[in-house]
């Protein structure tokens, strides 16, 4: 792994290959390790990024709110340190890193060339869901990441993932205990002050794929199917058996899906 500073913090980021520049955003509360297969995979043909953002992870913590918005910002102060010009940059996030791929998308569209949403939402809290999230940044605080391993580990995979791949729920359980409870607490705190993004949906310039397990119930697939309608062009993709966690869950299969859309990107159609 590498160390690069970035705005006041020390992020670990595993850089490995060549190539088109993929960067992979993990989701909450979880760091880089949830894409070991996609790491592995991409790494051959592509010039893998893939951080713990601020407060998981290797990373340092900042306390407060960290908005979706400043992890957008040190995602794209990452590119620039690594060179990474116009339109070159495919973003892949999975749940809270799909709110920050919208945040990417609002900013610095400019650097994109492809969009990739898993498992997420471009609509905001619901008051209840932002009311939890300060519950829960206050239960965090004072307790560690035992509350927040109490609420998320049984809502993430299936139940076939559950009895088939019991160590897939170690790893999660793992990324959890490794996140600071300061930076748990200020994602929370960051998805809660979260924009709508849904107005961004029918203006977004860039090829994307979208993709959900068909048993998530963070982010149905109902609802994802609905916001990848809004995007014009987007491709649409339910991974069968997976719950919220689809490229730990089903790495093969998501990986196939995803070679095939990376790929149609260097087709001069598109
Ligand atoms: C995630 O997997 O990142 C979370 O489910 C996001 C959220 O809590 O909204």
Not at 218 to 242: H, W
Request: charged share 20%; with cysteine.
């Amino acid at each position: 792994m590498q160390h690069v500073q970035i705005a006041g913090v020390d992020l670990a980021v595993e850089i490995q290959g060549g190539g088109r520049p993929v960067i992979f955003v993990h989701g909450f509360p979880l760091d880089h390790t949830m894409w070991y297969a996609q790491i592995a995979e991409f790494s051959r043909d592509f010039q893998v990024l893939a951080p713990d953002l601020r407060g998981f992870g290797a990373s340092g913590a900042t306390p407060g709110v960290v908005t979706m918005e400043r992890f957008a910002d040190d995602l794209a102060e990452l590119s620039h340190c690594l060179g990474i010009t116009s339109q070159g940059l495919v973003v892949c996030g999975l749940s809270m890193g799909g709110y920050i791929a919208f945040q990417f998308l609002r900013k610095y569209a400019g650097l994109l060339r492809a969009l990739v949403l898993c498992d997420t939402r471009a609509a905001a809290d619901t008051d209840q869901v932002r009311e939890n999230r300060y519950r829960l940044a206050n239960a965090v605080r004072q307790e560690g990441p035992d509350v927040v391993i109490r609420q998320m580990l049984p809502k993430l995979v299936s139940e076939k993932t559950r009895q088939e791949h019991p160590d897939s729920i170690t790893h999660l359980e793992d990324m959890m205990r490794r996140a600071s409870p300061e930076g748990i607490a200020a994602a929370a705190l960051g998805m809660a002050e979260r924009p709508d993004s849904s107005a961004l949906l029918p203006a977004v310039p860039c090829p994307t794929l979208v993709l959900v397990g068909e048993h998530d119930t963070l982010s149905p697939p109902t609802e994802m199917q609905a916001m990848a309608k809004n995007i014009p062009g987007a491709r649409f993709e339910v991974i069968p058996d997976a719950g919220h966690m689809t490229p730990m869950e089903k790495p093969q299969e998501f990986n196939t899906i995803l070679r095939d859309f990376l790929q149609s990107l260097e087709s001069p159609t598109r």
